[in-house]
């Protein structure tokens, strides 16, 4: 049984935003006004989409008996830290995670709205900080119906206010035991926050060995300038499309992103050299590629998985991302190989793509096929 062993903690430091999507049979050219067909909003931000992911995919939907309704009139932001009672009555010994969110909201009504749905998804938000008089994050979507794809801009709000100061790599002042077995960081807070997380996590003698804090980082938004070396040396886990792997490897690899997975191994190799051991690249309706590393007895593999099978149609890729990211965390918290991790992200991910908006899309364990050993 699940719960005769210690139950894995993730955690995930990020940004939480609220999503304005306009649906649109296509996108307008530049001065041009068009009709849209729909507008609604919901929770995002790519640390509230990824730690709603870690925490639907642990768990079945059944075993969560919260609702986003009752949650929502409920939760109060009066305090600096969110409460967390729905959470920790919302917990079961099978989920096969605990996790947990760290980030910042404003004192409005979008941020309680957020807590609402972090909260009926089983996520722990005793590390979200209500900034008060700020205003939380926003991100306006723009959905082109015929194609599913999206564009999105992202104004911080509260987000820009999350430093590493105010925060803290464990939830519980006994770190040998409450440490988290992985810290999923991306890159919309400063980055001088999740510069210092990484180091704060190798100090605690993590990043991909010795039994310490991994890191998995998802480098989005990705900067033109690159990343600090320092980043990526010793993390466990990198995981970005192909567009931001273009990006942060155009100094050493300047093109457009692959058309083909020929070259994909190349690219992942400048990430190895730099102290990487697992790369993830997403290709989109082309799949994943995967290359990992043993530093200590010097072998690795890469490969390609396909695009999951099943797809009847695609509606909406704004969450695909997220769901690949926290389905590809819990599986290997839990104890995946890499490939059965990104096997099982990838059906999580085409689940996604079937539905209708950010969070919202998101499957639970139950609703994806098959697990991940």
């Not at 939480?16 to 001065?31: E, F, K, S, V």
């Not at 722990?124 to 008060?132: A, H, M, T």
């Not at 989109?284 to 530093?295: A, K, P, Q, W």
């Amino acid at each position: 049984m699940l719960s005769n062993h210690r139950k894995k903690t993730i955690q995930i430091i990020g940004s939480l935003n609220i999503d304005l999507i306009t649906r649109t049979p296509r996108l307008p050219h530049a001065g041009e006004t068009l009709p849209a067909t729909s507008f609604t909003y919901g929770s995002g931000g790519k640390g509230a989409n990824q730690a709603v992911a870690c925490a639907r995919l642990s768990r079945s939907k059944t075993s969560s008996t919260a609702t986003a309704n009752s949650n929502f009139t409920s939760t109060s932001i009066s305090t600096s830290t969110a409460t967390q009672q729905d959470t920790e009555d919302n917990n079961d010994d099978n989920d096969t995670a605990e996790v947990h969110m760290v980030g910042c909201i404003g004192s409005d009504f979008f941020g309680r709205y957020i807590l609402s749905q972090l909260t009926a998804s089983g996520v722990n938000i005793s590390g979200v900080r209500v900034i008060e008089g700020e205003k939380t994050g926003t991100a306006i979507v723009l959905v082109d119906e015929g194609s599913g794809e999206n564009r999105i801009l992202i104004t911080r709000g509260a987000n820009e206010l999350c430093v590493i100061s105010q925060m803290s790599l464990f939830h519980d002042e006994s770190e040998e035991t409450k440490r988290p077995d992985m810290i999923i960081l991306q890159l919309e807070i400063p980055l001088e926050t999740v510069v210092g997380i990484i180091k704060t996590a190798k100090e605690k003698g993590g990043g991909g060995g010795g039994g310490g804090v991994d890191i998995l980082l998802n480098p989005a938004p990705a900067p033109p300038d690159g990343l600090p070396r320092e980043v990526y040396d010793g993390l466990a886990h990198l995981i970005m499309n192909e567009t931001e792997a273009a990006t942060l490897s155009k100094d050493q690899y300047n093109d457009d992103p692959a058309e083909n997975t020929n070259d994909m191994q190349d690219r992942c190799e400048i990430f190895h050299a730099k102290g990487v051991q697992n790369v993830i690249i997403t290709l989109g309706s082309r799949g994943v590629y995967y290359s990992f590393r043993n530093y200590a007895e010097g072998w690795g593999e890469g490969g390609h998985v396909p695009v999951a099978a099943g797809v009847e149609r695609v509606v909406d890729t704004t969450a695909a991302g997220d769901t690949f990211v926290g389905a590809y965390a819990v599986a290997v918290v839990n104890g995946a190989s890499v490939v059965d991790a990104v096997k099982w992200a990838n059906k999580a991910s085409a689940k996604t793509v079937e539905r209708e908006g950010s969070m919202e899309a998101i499957p639970w364990r139950d609703e994806v096929k098959g697990g991940f050993r």
